[in-house]
């Protein structure tokens, strides 16, 4: 049975960035130049671009993190108004003279969220939200406030592990449900092979099933056009197939996902649901170009389920 929130509230605690993109024939070698088309500019950071997404899908986003104080900063915030995420989480924070490299800034400005802050803003927010998706760009000490605010909270945290970092492992006690790639859960089950000194699992849901067993909750693998997986602490899998899609672009498939996952869970969607409907999310999204601009609004992604359902049905 399935209960729906309308407008499901969730707190998105991570990195927002501004992306500068050169489109050239191929990469660059070491020491080598190449030309291209560009730059072109585009909002990135995958709290940002779940934020983006969330909010797309029907929900009340809040989002927690950090920028610059510089012309960035405005632009950044400026796409994040336009989709309809909150923002009163968000502080503008001075770097110091290493961030003049425009990359830097950016990475400056996320990594100095301060975690009494953060945990406050998100407390904050959980008491209209009922739900907390975190990335874990941002810092180690800011991602594990956030985690342990939801968790204490009383509350499900979708912890999203791109990149897989050791903090992850710290948080298994807190119970965040986990939303590895297969290649990030390889990455994780090797790092927690080496802290317990046994032997990793082998196989991508043995893998999946040894960290559920650690958190004691699901572990939901994305598998790019495979779909994704549910894996119980029990042992058993769960296949959630994606539909057949010309893929144009999978940058920002895996941040709509999340946000999409975290938005249905708010919603009232068991987690089966949850996942279903963003699998179809992350599928529309790479038959577009551009992270956002393929991120689909709830009535396409409605409309897209609902088609794959009857089609299934046949």
């Given at each position: 049975m399935t209960t729906r929130n309308t407008h499901p509230g969730i707190v998105v605690v991570g990195a927002i960035n501004v992306d500068l993109v050169v489109i050239a024939e191929q990469l660059p070698g070491a020491g080598e130049t190449?030309?291209?088309m560009g730059p072109a500019r585009y909002g990135g950071g995958k709290g940002a671009n779940a934020a983006v997404a969330a909010a797309r899908a029907g929900a009340e986003v809040a989002l927690v993190g950090a920028v610059g104080c510089d012309a960035m900063a405005e632009v950044a915030l400026s796409d994040l108004r336009d989709a309809g995420v909150g923002l009163g989480g968000v502080a503008s924070i001075v770097v110091d003279h290493a961030g003049e490299n425009q990359i830097a800034v950016g990475a400056g400005a996320n990594a100095a969220l301060e975690t009494?802050?953060?945990?406050?803003?998100v407390r904050a927010a959980l008491r209209q939200a009922r739900c907390a998706l975190?990335?874990?760009?941002?810092?180690d000490e800011a991602v594990a406030a956030a985690v342990r605010a939801a968790a204490d909270a009383g509350v499900c945290c979708v912890l999203n592990t791109a990149p897989?970092?050791?903090?992850a492992l710290e948080l298994l006690d807190a119970r965040p449900l986990l939303t590895p790639n297969a290649r990030e859960l390889a990455m994780l089950t090797r790092m927690l092979a080496a802290r317990d000194g046994a032997p990793p699992a082998a196989g991508t849901d043995e893998q999946a099933v040894a960290i559920a067993r650690k958190t004691r909750r699901p572990v939901i693998v994305t598998l790019g056009a495979g779909g994704a997986s549910i894996a119980t602490p029990d042992g058993a899998i769960e296949r959630v197939p994606a539909p057949a899609t010309d893929v144009v672009d999978t940058t920002g498939a895996g941040d709509t996902f999340s946000g999409v996952l975290a938005t249905r869970l708010a919603a009232g969607d068991d987690l089966a649901d949850a996942v279903g409907f963003a699998v179809v999310a992350g599928s529309i999204s790479v038959s577009r170009p551009g992270a956002r601009d393929g991120m689909p609004r709830l009535p396409e992604i409605e409309r897209a389920r609902g088609s794959r359902s009857e089609a299934m049905a046949r």
């Open positions: 190449v030309v291209g009494g802050w953060v945990a406050d803003q975190v990335s874990t760009e941002v810092s897989p970092t050791p903090i």
